[in-house]
């Protein structure tokens, strides 16, 4: 999966740019509790989700399981 495209048409790079200016990491709170310093960069690295954010539309596609599994859309709201 290089790339794809978003509901809104735009391109979404899933590869290409390092590091890639539209993927986000993150990892829960819980699990980052787990850990102590020194961190090592790369174990933390291992242990992160990514989601993509389009740029033009700002939906969030979330890869809860990876990038072999698909993902989750998400789109903001006004409130
Ligand atoms: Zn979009």
Partial sequence: MGKFLCKCKN?????GAIPNPIEWLFISDTEY???TNPIEP???????NSFLKCDLC????????????KPTLYMPESY
């Fill in 11 to 15: 391109e979404i790079k899933v590869s």
């Fill in 33 to 35: 509790d787990g850990y």
């Fill in 42 to 48: 790369d174990e933390l690295y291992s242990k992160m």
């Fill in 58 to 69: 700002g939906r969030l596609w979330v890869f809860w399981g990876g990038y072999d599994n």
